[in-house]
């Protein structure tokens, strides 16, 4: 599975993204289970909103982060993302 | 062991509410313990909000409605929507008997995050046989309605004996239903189970033949379904990392009020389960000789006690330990390096005996009565 640059990304409505303050980190819950995600990952998905494509998302958290370089490391994680079915495309 | 406090204690992340042994099933591998019918007594409405509210403080955000059947608690959308507004997930755990479109919905506008509807077989007849109850048609109608309304839907089906044949059909009625998840669930030889473990465990040419085909659906069907499949213990050699440790992840609170580290621990003797009315989730947690009895290492015997695995399963299953061996100090039976790994073939090959006999005895369902007559 590979994400099509040419198509919005959002997050799944069969998950769910919450920050969670006892552990100091975002989760994904989603029937009888958890993922716990490291910021940068969370930060990946906060993106997926349904409005944006890869690029936007890339130049996005690149401008936010203030650095440049990001695009691999954001579409690998990504790719993990859909085949997991945290994200969808259409 | 209790007092000890040289453990360091993650807090609990998974919280199973059991609210009622109360069930129109009679399914005879049910979990809960076969004495229910003498705990008669069931926390009220704020006693749950509190327990709720206290373990979801200390980080516990996985919750599931379970039971007996939950849905016979008519305060159930009231505590879903307590555990929303805390920001729990929560997962009803139901056999969908009495769910109604309304009730559905009613969920859902209270923030039920998913429903779980369990389906005994493929067929109606087995189905109705093994549920003791008519249920089949309506569970499927459940199963629609559950997608229509836009919950992830789990399918939970619990393999043993006597339907473990039908698994290339129980695979097409989960596709057939849409389900987004399909739990198949070998059965634990606790509670009823263990009572009917003669009628119900399956050779194991069955298991291998069943997990064959199961795989190869998995394949099949990646990326649309997911499959938990909950393997079946006794044909392993190692045992299961029960409760991902004891006291590190899991808090189960009975109907009465009485916290457990698993479902089945009330079985164990000598715990001295403590009772939500009397103290709170947090000493209970922390402080109590219950859910200290076995964190950590040091109260682990030979082999375990040396076994480099140990860190990887706890040494198993303290309650299985205690159902085949009377110890439950002892190494899960399941481990082949255990002492009483036989027990393991013996109930093996007696249930094999059984299968082959003319006069099989017939299956002991879970009820009220069944469980006066037992305990």
């Known amino acids: ?90 | 062991m209790a007092g000890s406090n040289k453990i360091n204690i993650t807090p609990p992340r998974w919280l199973l509410a059991e609210l009622t042994y109360a069930c129109p099933l009679q399914c005879p591998y049910c979990s809960n313990p076969i004495d229910y019918a003498k705990y008669q007594s069931e926390l009220d409405t704020e006693d749950w909000k509190r327990v709720l509210t206290q373990a979801r403080k200390m980080g516990a955000v996985q919750l599931g409605f379970s039971g007996g059947e939950p849905l016979t608690r008519k305060d159930l959308p009231e505590l879903v929507k307590h555990a929303r507004d805390l920001g729990y997930y929560s997962n009803l755990i139901t056999s969908g008997y009495g769910l109604t479109e309304e009730k559905i919905i009613h969920l859902k506008e209270a923030g039920l995050d998913h429903i779980q509807v369990s389906i005994q077989a493929s067929s109606q007849e087995l189905n109705d046989h093994i549920a003791g109850t008519t249920s089949f048609q309506h569970k499927k109608e459940v199963a629609h309605l559950v997608k229509k309304h836009g919950y992830p839907m789990v399918l939970c089906v619990v393999i043993h004996r006597e339907n473990i044949h039908q698994m290339p059909q129980i695979l097409e009625m989960a596709e057939e239903l849409g389900a987004d998840y399909l739990e198949l669930a070998n059965t634990q030889y606790y509670g009823w189970a263990h009572t009917n473990r003669d009628l119900l465990l399956p050779t194991k040419e069955q298991f291998e033949q069943a997990e064959q085909i199961a795989q190869a659906f998995k394949e099949k069907v990646a990326g649309k379904m997911k499959i938990y499949y909950v393997v079946p213990d006794f044909y392993e050699d190692r045992p299961k990392a029960c409760m991902n440790g004891w006291g590190t992840t899991f808090l189960t609170i009975a109907p009465d009020g009485v916290a457990l580290p698993c479902h089945s621990a009330r079985e164990l003797p000598g715990l001295d389960c403590p009772n939500v009315k009397d103290y709170s989730i947090e000493q209970i947690w922390n402080e109590s000789k219950a859910f200290n009895f076995f964190r950590g290492f040091e109260w682990m015997k030979e082999p375990c006690n040396s076994c480099d695995e140990k860190e990887k399963d706890f040494g198993g299953c303290r309650c299985q330990a205690y159902l085949l061996s009377g110890d439950m100090y002892a190494a899960d039976p399941v481990c082949s390096k255990s002492l009483n790994h036989h027990v393991i073939q013996e109930a093996i090959d007696s249930a094999k005996a059984s299968a082959l006999a003319n006069n099989e005895k017939p299956l002991i369902f879970r009820n009220s009565k069944n469980s006066k007559r037992l305990s």
């Open chain 1, 1 to 90: 599975m590979s994400i099509n640059p040419d198509q919005t990304i959002k997050f799944s409505p069969m998950h769910r993204l919450q920050w969670e303050e006892v552990q100091q980190k975002d989760v994904i819950l989603y029937p009888e289970g958890m993922v716990e995600l490291n910021q940068s990952s969370a930060e990946i998905l906060k993106m997926c909103d349904g409005t944006r494509k890869l690029d936007q998302i890339v130049a996005d958290l690149e401008q936010k982060f203030a650095t440049t370089g990001l695009v691999n490391d954001i579409t690998a994680f990504l790719e993990v993302a859909l085949k997991n079915g945290w994200i969808q495309q259409n």
